[in-house]
């Protein structure tokens, strides 16, 4: 079953705009990450965020993470034609959660579906 | 190799055969997973080696699905008496190390296989 919950499902915007996305989760996490998947393509992955962090940049993306309210946030400025792909949040559950083990298992969310229009 | 490589790209069986998916993952590394993807969906853990040990399989939905990584590097995905309901993405990922704590290593996906039970 999905732990995380996207928001909004879909987003449509134009080029230069900025995009945010929402993802909340249930359970305490040791990270959280976020990746973008293009058409018929595989994950990418696009920026990881630990638990103890509040907020990480890396170049047009800027995650912030809160673990009180279990949710983070994407987003990606001055968006571009070719950012158009489907974006996932993922957790990696914390030692506690994980059976006493952790792998880096991770529990996806059910995404969020950009489109940038030029 | 480059990246991780899936094969085949596209797979269409009837009803009640077996079908076998194959991973290649980066070399050296350590971890690899197998997620299901449905359309529309995130991706959902199946199962997780650590080199040729399936520590944890939990997410295989029947005895029907059997996985192995025998040498620690390439892995197979096997569908026995597949059904309707098997039709999806079959996505495998691979990361180096097996730490699955705060700093663990992001995950590197292949770009699956296509799996449609007729």
């Known amino acids: 079953s999905q732990q995380g919950e996207e928001d909004p499902q879909a987003l449509s915007i134009q080029e230069g705009e900025n995009a945010t996305m929402n993802c909340s989760y249930k359970?305490?996490?040791?990270?959280l990450q976020w990746y973008r998947q293009n058409s018929g393509r595989g994950l990418v992955h696009l920026i990881l965020i630990r638990s103890n962090e509040r907020e990480k940049h890396s170049g047009r993306l800027r995650v912030t993470l809160d673990t009180s309210k279990k949710s983070s946030s994407l987003l990606i400025t001055a968006s571009r034609a070719a950012d158009t792909a489907s974006y996932f949040c993922a957790t990696a559950a914390s030692l506690a959660n994980a059976g006493g083990t952790s792998y880096g298992k991770l529990t996806f969310g059910q995404g969020t579906i950009l489109t940038v229009h030029p | 190799g480059a990246g991780v490589s899936q094969s085949p790209r596209y797979k269409v069986a009837k009803r009640g055969q077996d079908v076998a998916l194959r991973c290649d993952p980066i070399?050296?590394?350590?971890?690899l997973f197998w997620y299901q993807q449905a359309l529309g969906q995130g991706p959902e853990f199946l199962t997780y080696?650590?080199?040729?040990?399936?520590?944890?399989k939990s997410g295989l939905p029947s005895d029907r699905f059997f996985a192995e990584r025998p040498e620690g590097s390439v892995s197979t995905l096997k569908i026995q008496r597949t059904q309707q309901e098997d039709s999806a993405v079959y996505l495998c990922?691979?990361?180096?190390?097996?730490?699955?704590?705060?700093?663990?290593?992001?995950?590197?996906f292949g770009d699956g296989t296509r799996l449609s039970i007729l």
């Open positions: 359970t305490s996490i040791n990270n």
């Open positions: 080696f650590q080199n040729e040990a399936q520590l944890d």
């Open positions: 990922a691979s990361s180096l190390t097996w730490y699955g704590g705060r700093d663990n290593q992001p995950q590197h």
């Open positions: 070399s050296g590394h350590v971890s």
